[in-house]
């Protein structure tokens, strides 16, 4: 048995060990071999000299974030000391600056979180359509309109193209009142929410004013050519077959595309199917086309969205043992980066 004591007087006590010691509880979850105290702006350990020096190396790196931004989130701690991969760390120490996307409103820091929101950045970046399937949560259209953000400063586009399907998640909401904008700007929310993050407000609206930045529902997008743009569909499982097809052959000259769906939120009507699992099948193979799975280990929000969906699955498993998701165990799997055609 060995005894540690970590000093954190270069840091707040309180964003360390969380309110009500909320922080230091996930902690002590962590290493549950571990008798970890708190003394004022010290940390005690014991127990075996590996497991203390596994969890010194986590409480660095939350040291270092703390004193780099001052706050931390819960989820955030979480994920810290689940992170044993480099990629991981490196997010967290900012060991590598190239990994930020997009500099936000007061110098906020937009990047890539997990492993496999790093790959949907490489593989955009090497092919013209992506395909992102993963649960909610897991950050596939934040990272989507980062790139695309990322794209337009660079100038490399000349504008951003946002849509989704209008399909309500389950509930009927009736006349909405107002006019068309206002009538389906609910059903768009979440990428406005995005583009607030990444863009100041005065320049968002005269991107938006002046139609640098456009999103609309799907069903706008028919009859045009889509060039020297960035686009993206989101929650692409409430697409039918045709209206999927017809979205992809929109796509124009230098433009690229990031479509992002969950398989298992598909509130499309009982007679109708979604269109994603067939595009994402029939299209494995294509040069220039890339598929990205992600699921709940990229979940960056509250960290019980986590265990929720661990839990659907688990029942999902349950009821329908012998059904697999389309693209998941096929034995012609799409690869997760296809050959880019320039």
């Given at each position: ?12 006590p309180i964003?360390f060990?969380g ?15 571990l ?8 940390l005690?350990?014991s ?12 409480i660095n ?13 819960e ?7 689940g ?5 991981t ?7 590598n600056?190239?990994?930020i ?25 090497k092919?013209?359509?992506?395909f ?5 949560g ?7 309109v ?8 660079n ?5 951003i193209?946002?849509t989704?399907?209008a399909?309500?998640?389950g ?39 002046t139609?640098?930045i ?13 060039d ?13 077959d045709?209206?999927?097809k017809?979205?992809?052959?929109r ?29 994402v099948r029939?299209l494995?193979?294509?040069?220039g086309?890339a ?23 688990r ?9 697999q ?8 799997k ?9």
């Amino acid at each position: 048995m060995t005894d540690t004591i970590i000093n954190l007087e270069t840091v707040n006590p309180i964003e360390f060990f969380g309110v009500n010691n909320g922080k230091l509880d996930i902690l002590k979850k962590k290493f549950p071999l571990l008798k970890i105290l708190s003394r004022g702006t010290q940390l005690k350990l014991s127990g075996a000299p590996e497991q203390i020096d596994s969890a010194k190396e986590k409480i660095n790196l939350i040291v270092q974030y703390l004193q780099r931004n001052g706050h931390m989130s819960e989820n955030y701690f979480e994920q810290i000391l689940g992170g044993d991969d480099a990629e991981t760390v490196d997010h967290f120490v900012d060991r590598n600056p190239n990994d930020i996307l997009v500099f936000g409103p007061n110098g906020k820091t937009v990047r890539a979180r997990t492993a496999n929101q790093k790959r949907l950045v490489s593989v955009a970046e090497k092919n013209d359509i992506v395909f992102a399937i993963g649960p909610a949560g897991t950050g596939k259209t934040y990272t989507a309109v980062a790139l695309a953000v990322r794209a337009l400063k660079n100038k490399m586009v000349k504008k951003i193209i946002l849509t989704r399907p209008a399909v309500e998640a389950g509930e009927s909401l009736g006349f909405l009142p107002g006019d068309l904008k206002e009538k389906i700007d609910p059903y768009l929310r979440p990428l406005y929410d995005a583009l607030d993050d990444m863009i100041p407000a005065d320049k968002l609206g005269y991107y938006m004013s002046t139609r640098v930045i456009e999103i609309a529902p799907l069903a706008y997008m028919r009859g045009r050519t889509l060039d020297n743009a960035f686009i993206i569909l989101d929650e692409a499982q409430n697409a039918t077959d045709l209206q999927l097809k017809m979205f992809l052959t929109r796509i124009g000259a230098n433009a690229k595309a990031i479509i992002t769906g969950d398989m298992t939120q598909v509130d499309l009507p009982k007679n109708q199917r979604s269109g994603l699992e067939k595009a994402v099948r029939i299209l494995r193979n294509v040069d220039g086309i890339a598929h990205i799975e992600l699921d709940e280990e990229d979940v960056v929000r509250h960290r019980l969205v986590k265990a929720i969906i661990k839990a659907y699955e688990r029942e999902k498993e349950k009821e329908q043992p012998e059904q697999q998701q389309p693209w998941k165990g096929h034995k012609n799997k799409p690869q997760d980066e296809s050959p880019s055609n320039g």
